[in-house]
């Protein structure tokens, strides 16, 4: 799927590299960032936080700067498989109600 917009907000590496955490959502589904020897992405989806919630998706990225573009894309893909889940029908009637 193609996005008009950035959905999902990376920061420079050095952000992580001074050992910052990052936690960011899209309409329902969540990640967070951890840096260590590697930048770990968590994925998680509903309204509560990770800890009480289902990790759906993790994946280890290097702490490169390149990785940041990887980063982005892996995002991406997990929003694709993140809106054909029953949590992302009832998350986005909700936002839609909410709108009207």
């Known amino acids: 799927m193609e996005y008009s917009v ?3 907000y ?8 001074s ?3 990052l936690t960011g959502s899209r ?3 969540n990640y967070k960032m951890i840096p260590k020897e ?3 992405v968590l994925v998680w989806y509903g309204e509560m936080n990770l800890e009480h919630s289902e ?6 990225f290097e702490m490169l700067p390149e990785s940041m573009k990887q980063i ?17 029908t009832e998350y986005l009637k909700k936002k839609k109600k909410r709108e009207v």
């Open 72 to 88: 982005e894309s892996w995002l991406y893909k997990q929003y694709d498989i993140y809106l054909k889940t029953p949590q992302a």
């Open 55 to 60: 990790l759906v998706a993790q994946q280890e």
């Open 38 to 40: 590697k930048l770990t």
């Open 6 to 8: 950035k959905d999902f």
């Open 10 to 17: 990376i920061p420079t590496i050095t952000y992580f590299e």
């Open 27 to 29: 309409n329902g589904m």
């Open 19 to 21: 050992k910052n955490k």
